[in-house]
Each structure stands twice: as C-alpha cells, then as structure tokens.
C-alpha cells in the first residue's frame, strides 16, 4: 500500500516568504510527527498530533512555525517569513495508534527539502 | 533532557564481516527505542523497535539489544552485504504522560560496505 507522502520534494525560496509543506500519512493512521533534519544531525521533534488535536508543539522553534490537520488526515506545517537557518529536510511520519503505551512504530515519508536562500 | 549518542559517526568494512552500531542515551525512562534506517532521497524505515522490557529482538541478519540501565543499545548485522550501506539512526520513546509520544533520534552511523 501507499506510504506517506510529502510534497513538494524540493522547495527553493526566498527570505522573507512563506512556505506550506505537505504530508499525507498512510490511510487510517491516527497519529501524525512532524521532524526537522539538518545535515548530518538526526531527526529532530517539532510537534504531532493524534486526530486532528495537536498534543504536543514543544519542538516548534518559535512562533512563525505552525502545524495544522483539520480533518485528522492530511497536514501542514508552514513557516512564515523564512530565514536562512529554516533550511533542512523536514520530515512527516505517521503512526497507526494513539494514545501513552501506544507500540505504534513511526512510518516516514522522504521528506521536504528546504533551501531558504 | 534526553541525549542520544552514537558511535562511530562513520564506519567501513568489507563485504561478509559481522558488525555492531553502538547507540547510547542519559535517560533510562524509557518506553522503547527503535532501529532506523536511512538513504539518501528515501524516508526513514523501522528496522527494529525493543520494548524497554525486553532485552533484543531479531530480523534476518540484524539484532537489536537493549541495555536500559546502562542506557546502551547494540545494532549487530551479521554477513554484511553492499545493500546494507545507509545511516543507521535509533531513536528513544520516553515514559510520560498520555500525548508525549516524540521521538529522540541520536546523530547516526554512516555505514558503508566495501565489495
């Protein structure tokens, strides 16, 4: 079946712009994570969110990062005003369950390259 | 806050030897920890997820252990093969409340199998 998806794959912009990146978790799964990946570092956590409820945005950088899942499927994570260290991989993963004691392993998509130029 | 560390960041051999990525981290309150893999263009895939109260689990030619007390886990990988070149990452669940679910990924092993 189809794995998660994220789009666009490559994204090039200029300072001061906006951008929104996809994801599309795989069909029926409850939990979606959104990580940053510098170059050479692992994932890092930014937020996730169970459903459509955001549970945890303590990985947020600050406040011109937000994460959206209106309808508990697809999500959003857009940065406004993006600043050159923005630039990193942004990766989605998604999980089939919810909830502390959850065994759900995390499933990643290929991520987003951003280059903020 | 919980640290994750591997060792070596980077590691060759040849083709046909057996091989252990090492992976620590400070805080043992943990609920499981998994095994990634990483290519380049390509997502991350699970290879292996211990539960805090086991002590390894096994797929093929890999096998995972898991130390908590010590704070260490093992990735052995028998037979290396070229495919098996990539970044291996793990990564650490903490026990918590209900909605902490994050991972915490350490800086992975960039392993390369010379044919």
């Known amino acids: 079946g189809a794995g998660v998806s994220q789009s666009p794959r490559y994204k090039v912009t200029k300072r001061g712009q906006d951008v929104a990146l996809r994801c599309d978790p795989i069909?029926?799964?409850?939990?979606l994570y959104w990580y940053r990946q510098a170059l050479g570092q692992g994932p890092e956590f930014l937020t996730y969110?169970?459903?459509?409820?955001?549970?945890?945005k303590s990985g947020l950088p600050n406040d011109r990062f937000s994460a959206e899942r209106p309808e508990g499927s697809i999500s959003t994570l857009t940065i406004q005003r993006t600043e050159q260290r923005d630039s990193a991989m942004y990766r989605c993963?998604?999980?089939?369950?919810?909830?502390?004691?959850?065994?759900?392993?995390?499933?990643f998509g290929p991520g987003t390259r951003l280059l903020v130029l | 806050k919980q640290e994750v560390t591997q060792i070596p960041a980077a590691l060759s051999v040849p083709e046909g030897e057996n091989l252990v990525l090492n992976c620590s981290f400070t805080?043992?309150?943990?609920?499981?920890l998994q095994w990634f893999r990483q290519d380049p263009g390509k997502g991350l895939t699970s290879l292996l997820l211990?539960?805090?109260?086991?002590r390894e689990q096994t797929s093929g030619r890999l096998n995972a252990s898991l130390d908590k007390s010590s704070g260490r886990s093992t990735l052995y990988i028998a037979a290396s093969q070229p495919g098996d070149s990539a970044t291996y990452l793990c990564?650490?669940?903490?026990?918590?409340?209900?909605?902490?679910?994050?991972?915490?990924f350490g800086t992975g092993t960039r392993l390369t199998i010379i044919p």
């Open positions: 990564a650490v669940r903490l026990i918590s409340n209900f909605g902490n679910e994050k991972l915490t």
């Open positions: 805080d043992s309150a943990i609920y499981n």
């Open positions: 969110f169970n459903y459509e409820a955001q549970q945890d």
């Open positions: 211990i539960q805090s109260s086991q």
């Open positions: 069909s029926g799964h409850v939990s």
């Open positions: 993963a998604s999980s089939p369950l919810a909830g502390a004691g959850a065994l759900g392993t995390q499933y």
